[in-house]
């Protein structure tokens, strides 16, 4: 197995569904960082057999907000001076801004060059989300 | 204040902001003359990127009876649209020469795109595919204060086309606001109201049927309208459906005597000429009133509202 010495600061973003990882350095853009990024995939756990884990040598201040919409299960742990100091839940953003874009075929977005299309929570349970132009419903699927 | 506001959906407006508007257009339709100059030196831009008769030539009589003036277009092969120009700098050319815009488009969502393009014209939404219709909205609501005397309560069958039924989406969405409504809606299973609309309302304030007959002798409002060949890929799927409620005098028998039955206009066969003589029947009443209502929003919209 490879060792990845342990985090002195910055993120670790745990017990990510294996696959979703590579999803989720994308969508965070961590290519863009200038920091020290490891992804490890398909790790072996206990509870989830295989997982992937992100950690992130950084003091940068990174919008989490689209985690939720991969994976709302993941563990996202922030670490100062080799410790713990920080646990955080996710949940599903009320608003998502640039990430998704409408399924509604008669959306004027599927017709015009639009950047950033907002979309409102409107179903927590069903993870689905309202177009701020044509407001149909939607969900955010990952890309495999 | 409504001076410089976009309308793109009911919901832009807060219900006193409506009132405000019906009170003008009561205004207007008591001294029409009174208000003949007010857009004097006013110009609307009419942007119709798909056919319309009444509401274009709605926006088109009010602005010209308000003493403004339009330009603009009807067929979008006759505009830069054709030369593959972008909305967006449709819109910002536009405001260069106009003071308020009208836009009618087939895609959902477009009159709130194009009104972030604008930076101080006013945008208002005449129809974007089977969305929104909001002037429509304020038609129906100045036509349900003229007959039933208020917007409260009553129960409203809404009967038809639900699914792609762009009034109808702004009408109960707006008529839901106000006190004690009840919707009644009536269609084909495969028209029913969308989800995203039926999410918003109280469940306990609306039932759905397929039986026009069964529902008619409890409605106050018979909201009818046409199933929109426009809508449908399948032509198949729209001749199936298209004769699935005819209103006729012998329905109209069942009905209360006081039920008033209103129609967006055009209508093709879901009402029949014969219900025409009834006066129950309102919907050419309706037309005008729909001018009228949009008098009052360009005057509120431009900030003119007084008499000259």
Redesign the interface.
Not at chain 1, 106 to 114: P, W
Not at chain 2, 105 to 110: F, L, V
């Given at each position: 197995m490879i060792n990845v010495s342990k985090l002195k600061k910055g993120i670790i973003i745990d017990h990510i569904e294996a696959g979703h990882g590579f999803e989720i350095y994308k969508q965070l853009h961590l290519n863009d960082i200038d920091d020290v990024v490891v992804l490890l995939k398909k790790i072996p756990s206990k509870k989830m057999k295989q997982k992937d884990l992100i950690k992130i040598e950084t003091d940068l201040q990174i919008d989490m907000t689209v985690l939720g919409l991969i994976d709302p299960n993941v563990t996202i742990n922030f670490v100062k001076n080799g410790e713990l100091f920080k646990k955080i839940n996710l949940t599903l953003p009320k608003v998502v801004n640039g990430i998704m874009t409408?399924k509604?075929p008669?959306?004027?977005?599927?017709?015009?060059?639009?950047k950033e299309i907002k979309f409102y929570l409107?179903?927590e349970e069903k993870k689905q989300y309202?177009?701020?132009?044509?407001?149909?419903?939607t969900t955010f699927i990952e890309e495999e | 204040m409504l001076k410089g506001r976009h309308l793109i959906e009911p919901g832009d407006f807060q219900l006193n902001e409506i009132e405000s508007i019906m009170q003008l257009a009561d205004n207007i339709i008591a001294d029409p003359e009174g208000y003949s100059l007010v857009c004097r030196g006013k110009l609307l831009a009419s942007l119709f990127y798909e056919p319309s008769t009444r509401t274009r030539f709605s926006f088109e009589a009010a602005m010209l009876r308000l003493g403004g003036e339009i330009i603009g277009f009807d067929d979008p092969n006759n505009s830069s649209v054709s030369k593959g120009e972008?909305?967006?700098d449709t819109i910002r050319t536009i405001e260069c020469y106009s003071d308020i815009a009208v836009i009618r488009?087939?895609?959902?969502?477009?009159a709130?795109?194009v009104s972030k393009f604008a930076n101080e014209m006013p945008i208002i939404n005449a129809g974007?595919?089977?969305?929104e219709h909001p002037t429509q909205t304020l038609t129906d609501l100045l036509t349900i204060r003229k007959f039933k005397g208020g917007c409260d309560n009553h129960v409203v069958g809404v009967c038809g086309d639900l699914l792609f039924g762009r009034t109808i989406h702004s009408l109960v969405k707006t008529l839901s606001r106000y006190q004690a409504i009840r919707f009644v809606f009536i269609s084909p299973t495969e028209l029913k109201m969308p989800?995203?609309i039926l999410?918003q309302l109280d469940p306990q304030t609306y039932k759905e049927t397929t039986s026009l007959d069964e529902v008619i002798g409890s409605l106050d409002i018979l909201y009818m309208s046409r199933v929109q060949r426009e809508r449908f890929i399948s032509e198949e799927e729209y001749l199936r459906l298209k004769n699935y409620y005819i209103l006729d005098k012998k329905k109209m028998k069942a009905a209360k005597p006081d039920m008033i039955v209103m129609h967006p206009l055009p209508r093709v066969n879901e009402i029949a000429p014969e219900v025409d003589e009834d006066p129950r029947a309102v919907y050419f009443a309706q037309a005008k009133y729909g001018m009228y209502v949009r008098m009052a929003l360009i005057a509120k919209l431009l900030g003119v509202e007084e008499k000259k």
């Open positions: 409408c509604n008669r959306c004027i977005t599927q017709y015009e060059d639009v409107v179903n309202r177009c701020e132009y044509c407001d149909a419903y | 972008s909305l967006g488009h087939p895609r959902e969502g477009t709130r795109l974007d595919g089977g969305h989800a995203h999410n």
